[in-house]
């Protein structure tokens, strides 16, 4: 997500400080914890032997999965804190409730942005910290026993995954470590769990950032998502046919991002992954806070179409639209018809849609972790159901 926004606190992962605080007790809240026996929950068969394949892989084509995806939420701003303290920017603690509730709504894929930068060890061996990762486990097993897709990545760590030819092989020794740190916690789960090996990779702060990057930048950051992928199956079991998304430079769909983008080692089972809050001003700026005009829906009509024609007609790629969203302007019927539009269009060719949600009503969240509600019931329900009649619609075909 390209918007930085300082008044959040990142979720935490201890109940008690979230009872704490003053929210509601659930009786099937539970917390994130490092507790094994939650760790187990959602693990299918989840006892193989080392390298072998539990049973759980399904044989089904990338724009298959995708389609089954359906619609999609961001966890955002929560385990993708700048931060080493989770409760930073303001959202409440992650219970099963929360992500109950996600499910109840329809919405059928969980993307659980992580950063790690702060829970690294110093190298060479970069291991992560083991309570870090139970916390990352027990909140995809939230969404597993929702039957759910779970996306788990790399997210706010572009401090150091620099795309330079200088940083490079620094940068890519520790995101091979580093994803088989992660891999291998993961193996054994079932095709519900994917991975997404980068966010937004880009060199912060320069003036090609946003505008699809160097060529330089461009080059390294598909050398780190190759050696992400390689480092990924390497470890083999489940994680050999695992689905895998790899993002453009900085998720990008710009025409260089898009004409210079390669996929590892040409691997079936990566799926592309990008990010579009289009139009910018409606969407991320707030500038313009009106949307809906026949002009406005051929243009984005024609921003999807872009993505659709390079990575789905001409690659023969899926595709996932990890974030995208719109800001809140005081604008709920604008946000509505846009949401709308928007879900269908991304359905009807094919790319899973997935809103991003910080957390905060003034922004993008359309959910209230707090009191477990819907801050706007309408939108959730749109995406929802746009993207499900697509989908059952195509599954009959």
């Known amino acids: 997500m390209r918007k930085t926004v300082l008044i959040f606190m990142v979720l935490s992962v201890n109940f008690s400080l979230f009872t704490s605080c003053g929210e509601k007790d659930h009786s099937d809240g539970a917390h994130v914890s490092g507790d094994p026996d939650i760790r187990e929950m959602s693990k299918e068969e989840g006892n193989e032997e080392d390298g072998e394949d539990d049973g759980n892989m399904r044989e089904i084509a990338p724009k298959e999965f995708v389609l089954d995806m359906g619609a999609g939420w961001n966890l955002g701003n929560a385990m993708d804190t700048y931060n080493s303290d989770e409760t930073a920017w303001g959202n409440p603690l992650t219970t099963k409730a929360m992500i109950d509730e996600i499910a109840k709504m329809g919405f059928k894929t969980l993307r659980l942005p992580v950063t790690w930068k702060f829970h690294i060890g110093e190298g060479p061996d970069y291991l992560i910290e083991a309570n870090w990762l139970d916390k990352v486990e ?30 490079a092989d620094e940068v890519k020794d520790e995101l091979s470590k580093v994803w088989t740190q992660i891999a291998n916690r993961f193996k054994t789960y079932g095709d519900y769990l994917i991975f997404e090996t980068l ?32 480092a990924i199956r390497a470890t083999g079991g489940n994680n050999a046919k695992r689905k895998i998304m790899v993002s453009t430079y900085a998720a990008s769909t710009a025409s260089n991002a898009l004409n210079d983008y390669l996929v590892p080692n040409g691997d079936k089972n990566v799926i592309v992954s990008v990010h579009s809050y289009f139009p910018y001003q409606f969407c991320l700026d707030g500038t313009d806070s009106t949307w809906g005009t026949e002009a406005d829906k051929t243009a984005l009509l024609a921003e999807l179409d872009k993505i659709r024609d390079k990575f789905i007609v001409e690659d023969n790629r899926a595709v996932v639209m990890g974030e995208w969203g719109s800001t809140f302007s005081d604008n709920p019927e604008d946000r509505l018809v846009h949401a709308e539009f928007y879900a269908r269009a991304c359905a009807e060719r094919g790319i899973c849609p997935i809103w991003w949600d910080n957390g905060n009503v003034d922004e993008f969240g359309i959910f209230n972790r707090n009191t477990l509600e819907w801050n706007y019931p309408e939108i959730a329900e749109a995406i929802v159901k746009e993207t499900t009649e697509v989908r059952s619609k195509a599954k009959t075909e």
Do not use: C
């Open 138 to 167: 027990a909140i995809a097993n939230f969404a597993l026993e929702n039957e759910m897709y779970v996306i788990i990545n790399i997210h706010h760590d572009e401090t150091w995954i620099l795309p330079t030819y200088e940083k």
């Open 199 to 230: 966010n937004e990779p880009r060199h912060k702060g320069t003036p090609e950032e946003w505008k699809g990057g160097t060529q330089e930048g461009r080059d390294a950051v598909n050398q780190y998502h190759q050696v992400s992928v390689d």
